[in-house]
């Protein structure tokens, strides 16, 4: 296989892991797409009419709450009505969704129920006592009114003794029915005062049962105050015109047993309110335990969802990644795989040319690379390239053996000629000691004058041998013209 075909298979490899690895990267994209598209759309909407629904829940209790606190006008009434539509649409709408568990919704659905049952008793209980109020108060200010001028009628009666100071009165003889009717329209106003007393504290939910039974007591002890009041003459006159045609002691035994019936009644509905506004409570803490639990699975259904697609794209990165990591792995086995294969052959070529290069190649041996690849090419060249340096030198050795026996007849020519300047150079060699001595004696010439003032016998010995010595010197060198002569 060529080279080339190498490479390009190589690369086809590792570009189609890499398509691997960038199609795993879209189908995580697309993924991501569609859990965000999730997010956005069926899991956004189902949140919204959870928390739509618990919202109304949370705005309807809350108008029910002003509506105890306010007295049940008609304006939390409309909030009441206008919560319980936002509850509807957002429990229709979340019907049929494959985000919210059905087994949750019904039972959302009768959490429902049961807690507009319990507020609307509440509700009708609250209506009941308001109204059972309104009688009250409405009928407790002609009675007051009445109590007044019972009052004012037992205090005519002890004013009529002050206006007599003198008469004698006996308690047989009629002082009793005096007092009685005077003590007595005092004590009425007390025991009513002691009614509303004990009302006020039924109304705040203070001890009930005492409130109650103090409630009752006063109005025993009205009536019984009554009863001793009404028995004597004093009220046995027409009440005032405002209160129509009748005695006094009659309208006061009738309108007392109309607030007896009011307050009795009136009491009696407090006392039933808090069993229903405790039945409402628990309704209402059901109500919402069923929405936290509705928004509970719904969130747990959109986690799930959201975790199953974050696993699919996790799985799908993890592919991306492994494809990745194989792509490199793939790119570097091929490179090794190149580098021992190919990078075997170059080297083994590359050592062989070397060898050649720097004179030490036995040109005998051969590549003998096999393969059709470039470089088996290449070691086929090399070879013949070989082959033919081979014959070049085998004849280049033919002329250098002729050329070793010329140059053995040049070198005996060569001695004999080496012979002779020896022999020129050994007298040399003597001219130049002569010259070395000569030279020793003109410097020693030389002192001997400097010193001849002290010592002429001296310089004239000297001068004498100087001249023999010149004499000697003149017979040497006639000698060595003789020698060159024959040479």
Avoid at 320 to 337: E, Q, R
Wanted: hydrophobic content about 45%; aromatic content about 4%; glycine content about 8%.
């Amino acid at each position: 296989m060529l080279l080339r075909t190498r490479i390009l298979l190589n690369n086809a490899v590792v570009v189609g892991l890499m398509l691997v690895a960038g199609g795993a990267g879209v189908v995580v994209h697309s993924t991501m797409a569609d859990s965000q598209a999730f997010l956005a759309g069926p899991a956004q909407q189902v949140a919204r009419l959870a928390g739509q629904a618990t919202e109304g829940v949370g705005a309807q209790m809350l108008a029910v709450e002003r509506a105890l606190a306010a007295g049940g006008g008609s304006a939390a009434r409309e909030d009441i009505a206008a919560a319980d539509r936002v509850v509807d649409e957002s429990l229709d709408a979340l019907t049929g969704h494959t985000l919210v568990d059905a087994a949750v919704l019904r039972d959302l659905r009768a959490a429902v129920d049961g807690y507009r049952a319990r507020l609307e008793q509440l509700l009708e209980a609250h209506t009941s006592m308001l109204e059972a109020k309104r009688l009250l108060d409405e009928h407790t200010v002609g009675f007051n009114e009445l109590s007044t001028v019972i009052e004012a009628a037992g205090d005519g009666a002890v004013e009529v003794l002050e206006q007599d100071p003198d008469r004698q009165h006996s308690w047989g003889g009629g002082l009793s029915q005096v007092w009685e009717a005077a003590d007595g329209g005092m004590e009425n106003r007390i025991a009513l005062l002691a009614q509303y007393l004990a009302l006020g504290r039924l109304e705040a939910g203070i001890d009930p049962q005492a409130s109650h039974e103090a409630i009752v007591a006063a109005l025993a002890e009205q009536r019984e105050t009554a009863a001793r009041m009404l028995a004597t003459p004093t009220f046995e006159v027409a009440a005032p015109a405002a209160f129509g045609d009748v005695k006094l002691s009659d309208l006061y035994r009738r309108e007392f047993a109309t607030h007896e019936q009011l307050m009795l009644a009136y009491t009696g509905v407090i006392e039933r309110l808090p069993p229903r506004r405790r039945a409402y409570g628990e309704a209402a803490v059901a109500l919402r335990s069923a929405v936290d639990r509705l928004e509970q699975a719904s969130t747990a259904k959109v986690a799930a969802a959201v975790a199953d697609s974050v696993a699919a794209a996790d799985g799908l990165r993890t592919t991306m990644l492994a494809s990745m990591l194989f792509a490199v792995a793939a790119a570097i086995g091929l490179g090794m795989w190149f580098r021992q294969n190919l990078g075997g052959r170059l080297s083994a070529l590359g050592a062989r040319m070397q060898a050649i290069a720097e004179g030490d190649g036995d040109l005998t041996k051969r590549l003998g690379m096999g393969g059709v690849d470039e470089l088996a090419v290449a070691a086929a060249h090399c070879d013949r390239f070989l082959e033919r340096m081979d014959r070049t030198i085998g004849e280049l050795l033919v002329v250098a053996g002729a050329i070793d026996r010329n140059t053995a007849s040049l070198r005996e020519n060569a001695n004999e000629l080496s012979d002779g300047a020896s022999q020129q150079a050994a007298a040399l060699q003597e001219i130049s000691a002569t010259m070395e001595e000569l030279a020793a004696s003109a410097t020693e010439n030389a002192d001997h004058v400097r010193s001849a003032s002290d010592n002429s016998r001296t310089a004239t010995e000297s001068a004498r041998t100087g001249t023999e010595r010149t004499r000697q010197l003149t017979t040497a060198v006639e000698q060595i013209q003789a020698g060159s002569v024959e040479v």
